[in-house]
């Protein structure tokens, strides 16, 4: 049995390597607050200029391979590193893999079907972004909702890379002898390097971060199954003795999927595809942008996707079990080096991408209280920026379960994000039309609905 799940993981991993390898020129930031501009075609000139470029181009100028990749780097983040202890908040026995597998996929298929729903939605509407699709099919009177989410979605993402700072460079200093509070460390990475960057003007000089961090993600999957493979953290491993969390087995394996508690990793998950904000930007870019084009541009992105939350999340939950961290890194030992490297890949990823999420944090606060673009100059912009950031250094301070932070993000925008708002947009376009997709739609909102409830009522019930 275990020569057969160590076959089925190494496929994973060459396939999802295989999905990541396509080059590319030009960079995506997975930002959901990053829309096109907010301007809506009129129907005649809709019907006459393709969307994101010129009549004769036909779209954009991006090809399918460049899509795909810049696709799958505003997908996967470092919110994977929290899975782990989504499987373990149900399972504590190696098959507990296997449901928490299909949940991955099923939730990825789910997430790639509403990505292409926004994507029709703003063909059908004459619209170039999610908030003005919004406004269109929806209306006007409820667009505070979007701004209100995506302010909502981009602060928790700010607060889960505050903690995986701290965690991080505790576990950094650590490893070379100096000893430092987590608050300490989280301090000093806001003081000295976060805040400086949270008030650049111009982001431009970060986006190759993002290609980093996709190289940091993917070094890191093969960490941890050289990790697994090798034993190094098993009865009579060789880091076991020092492990910052040793591994825990117990009895509670495929079964135990089917209690309430698996909610909570389907929450994770409903936050870990989200880059739906983005989706008209990519329907724009695309060369000759029909929507069998799109199509494949979201399955190749959402597959391999699926492939690398499948195997981080085999991973470190076969090695740790029910022991598995909320930031699953937080349980490999200080000493071992080859983790260490992980951290500090890790480390890097999220310093850059934070100040891209932060201005999306700040950004949506602002369009939340309708602040017009003449009132926005340096004064404000540095007091807000003084401000968020304080308040999330301080939520993340008093905050210490990454996985619970994952899982009530999930619960709450995003399965809203993910599930109900696409869902309501392509409704309300079909003007009370009755057919599958339809019936479909409905039940994907109404999923979304009594997953948030109960998710965010299950993260909670044990704080």
């Keep these: 049995m275990r020569v057969a799940r ?35 075609l009129s129907s005649d000139a809709a019907a006459e200029v393709p969307r994101g470029g010129d009549q004769n181009q036909g779209g954009g100028t991006a090809t399918i391979p460049n899509e795909v990749f810049n696709l799958i780097k505003s997908i996967v983040g470092a919110g994977v590193l929290s899975l782990p202890a989504g499987v373990a908040a149900f399972g504590n026995a190696p098959s507990a893999i296997a449901p928490a597998a299909l949940l991955i996929g099923a939730m990825g298929a789910i997430s790639a079907y509403t990505f292409g729903l926004i994507g029709r939605v703003c063909r059908k509407t004459n619209t170039m972004s999610y908030a003005e699709a919004w406004d269109v099919s929806v209306g006007k009177k409820s667009s505070f909702i979007i701004a209100f989410s ?59 971060f993002s290609l980093i961090g996709i190289v940091g993600m993917l070094y890191t999957m093969f960490a941890m199954a050289m990790r697994y493979f090798g034993g190094a953290y098993a009865s009579g491993g060789k880091y076991l003795a020092t492990a910052l969390a040793a591994p825990v087995f117990g009895a509670n394996g495929a079964k135990a999927a089917l209690s309430a508690k698996s909610l909570i990793l ?6 870990a595809y989200i880059a739906h904000f983005n989706a008209p930007k990519f329907l724009a870019e695309l060369k000759d942008n029909t929507m069998s084009r799109f199509y494949q541009v979201i399955g190749w992105s959402f597959g391999a996707s699926v492939l690398i939350y499948g195997a981080m999340t085999a991973f470190g939950f076969l090695t740790f079990g029910a022991a598995s961290n909320g930031l699953i890194l937080n349980n490999y030992s200080t000493n071992d080096f080859l983790m260490s490297m992980s951290r500090i890949a890790v480390a890097i990823s999220v310093t850059g991408s934070y100040p891209l999420l932060f201005s999306g944090t700040r950004d949506g606060l602002l369009d939340l209280f309708k602040v017009s673009q003449e009132k926005r100059d340096n004064s404000l912009f540095n007091k807000i920026t003084l401000g968020v950031l304080a308040g999330t250094t301080l939520a993340a301070a008093k905050l210490t379960d990454l996985g619970l932070v994952a899982s009530v993000g999930g619960a709450t925008f995003g399965t809203a994000l993910v599930f109900i708002y696409p869902a309501v947009m392509f409704l309300k376009t079909q003007k009370g039309k009755s057919s599958f997709e339809t019936k479909l739609c409905k039940v994907i909102a109404a999923l979304g609905v009594v997953m948030g409830a109960v998710g965010t009522k299950l993260a909670l019930q044990d704080i």
Excluded: E
Excluded at 266 to 271: A, E, P
């Design 266 to 271: 389907t929450c994770m998950l409903s936050n």
């Design 6 to 40: 160590n076959i089925l993981l190494v496929a994973l991993c060459c396939q999802a390597t295989t999905a990541l390898v396509t080059p590319t020129r030009h960079h995506a930031i997975a930002n959901p607050s990053v829309m096109a501009p907010r301007t809506r």
């Design 150 to 208: 995506c302010f909502i979605d981009c602060w928790f993402g700010n607060l889960s890379y505050s903690m995986i700072l701290a965690d991080t460079m505790v576990n950094l200093l650590s490893s070379v002898g100096i000893v430092a509070t987590r608050t300490q460390s989280l301090l000093g990475v806001t003081g000295i390097v976060l805040l400086p960057l949270c008030l650049m003007k111009n982001l431009a000089s970060l986006a190759p």
